[in-house]
């Protein structure tokens, strides 16, 4: 009988245990979590605190009963404290009763997932400082939007932009504080983002661009002040966004990890140890621009790799086919979506691809409405390979971030994409559909 340990079951560890399960019902699958919930998704905490959530139980698509009843052995509540990869054993801890234990294994499944970036700044252990990751952030972060006037947001990524956006929306006075110059700075560029910064504007967000938080500062009102490398703004509370780490520190040294700390998986999901596999913000990606191995913390890549550690736990059957990181978020009223790299993301990898830009309506002026879209092309200027896209509108242009991620996978050149036979239907584009007509422009650069 074969024995697989799972350590944590988020994303990547529910789809594992599944998949193991699926491909191998007689296994003794144990999945070991520290928290009382699995499957959370914490890409809904933003909308829960601007009330757009039906029910936050929906905000779990799985559950330790559901898992169990697929033939897991579940250990909820419990720590894994120690992880010795040649001897083939997991020690842990019961949190609720104090109990110890060891689990001697076959097949290690490492889905511990990624901790919130914490760095050593003084202050930064203050209550008034709050995380914004997993169910328990959630709950706090929903009680105090219940009641806080202010609060200050530091991080403008995803998640701080996000968070940004709802808490004005409920009328609380944002601030949100980046190092960098831009918001979404990693995500899309200046042409996007500039509409991005005016809409947090129309909306009295202040935006501290260009400001290193150097530290937080309890006052006796019961506020808390950040300070930072040009000036300091007070707020009720803070939150904490700046990005995510891999939790990797039980197997740290056992198996080869980037310096960061992501497991080096291979397309099957393994690691460089035998037997050790690892999925998720655990692990690294194959970044297809690239073509070289990234750390990506996406739900997307976590649950292709999870799937992937069932079908390939025995023997190596499926290739993991790479990721674009596609993806979108709404602010206010702009959807933005997203895929592959962005000039700036090229930039920072010291990659040479160009870009073009291109912003017209989405479909005929005839038609009694209609809306700008901003499309932003990038490409190899060698191969001709497209390298990415972005794309800005206040209609939902989300699904052009997928075609787009499909063309880089299939390795298509800018001159392929804009031949690509796209559909015209003036209710939902022009004759030339803007992801080739954005393609078309690139190819005549």
């Not at 399960?21 to 998704?41: G, I, K, M, Y």
């Not at 029910?55 to 894994?80: C, I, Q």
């Not at 609060?151 to 995803?158: E, S």
């Not at 960098?180 to 809409?199: C, G, H, M, Y």
Request: charged share 20%; glycine share 8%; net charge negative.
């Amino acid at each position: 009988m074969t024995t697989v340990a799972i350590v944590g079951c988020t994303h990547a560890g529910v789809f594992a245990a599944t998949s193991i399960l699926r491909e191998h019902p007689d296994w003794q699958v144990h999945v070991f979590e520290r928290n009382a919930t699995v499957s959370f998704l914490s890409c809904g905490i933003a909308l829960w605190v601007g009330d757009h959530v039906s029910d936050p139980k929906k905000m779990f698509y799985s559950s330790p009963a559901e898992l169990e009843r697929a033939g897991a052995t579940m250990h909820m509540r419990t720590n894994v404290t120690n992880v010795d990869v040649a001897k083939k054993t997991v020690e842990f801890e019961d949190l609720e009763s104090g109990d110890t234990s060891t689990l001697p294994f076959d097949k290690l499944v490492v889905t511990t997932g990624s901790l919130p970036v914490v760095p050593p700044i003084p202050g930064i252990d203050s209550g008034h400082v709050q995380l914004c990751k997993n169910w328990d952030n959630a709950v706090e972060l929903k009680e105090r939007a219940a009641d806080a006037k202010s609060v200050v947001v530091v991080g403008a990524g995803y998640i701080g932009a996000e968070l940004a956006e709802q808490f004005s929306l409920i009328g609380t006075k944002v601030t949100l504080v980046d190092a960098l110059d831009r918001v979404l700075a990693n995500n899309f560029d200046k042409p996007i983002t500039d509409q991005v910064e005016q809409r947090y504007r129309d909306h009295g967000v202040e935006l501290a661009l260009g400001e290193k938080v150097t530290a937080f500062r309890d006052n006796e009102d019961g506020t808390v002040t950040v300070v930072t490398d040009a000036g300091e703004h007070t707020a009720d509370f803070a939150v904490l966004a700046i990005g995510f780490r891999p939790n990797t520190d039980l197997v740290r040294g056992q198996v080869m990890t980037l310096p960061n700390g992501a497991i080096i998986v291979d397309e099957f999901m393994r690691s460089s140890e035998p037997d050790v596999f690892a999925a998720g913000d655990a692990a690294t990606v194959l970044y297809n621009p690239t073509g070289k191995p990234d750390y990506i913390p996406l739900a997307t890549n976590a649950v292709r790799q999870g799937l992937l550690v069932g079908q390939n736990i025995e023997e190596p059957t499926r290739k993991y086919m790479g990721t674009q990181a596609a993806s979108a978020v709404q602010v206010y009223d702009l959807s933005l979506a997203a895929s592959g790299l962005t000039q700036g993301g090229a930039d920072r990898r010291g990659m040479d691809i160009r870009s073009v830009e291109l912003t017209e309506d989405y479909r005929p002026a005839f038609m009694e409405s209609t809306a700008p879209v901003t499309s932003i092309l990038t490409w190899d200027p060698e191969d001709r390979t497209v390298k990415g896209a972005q794309f800005c509108s206040t209609v939902d242009i989300s699904g052009a971030a997928n075609v787009v991620s499909l063309a880089i996978q299939s390795k298509y050149t800018v001159d392929m994409l804009a031949n690509v036979d796209f559909l015209f239907q003036p209710n939902f584009d022009q004759p030339v559909y803007y992801v080739g007509a954005v393609a078309m422009k690139a190819a005549q650069a």
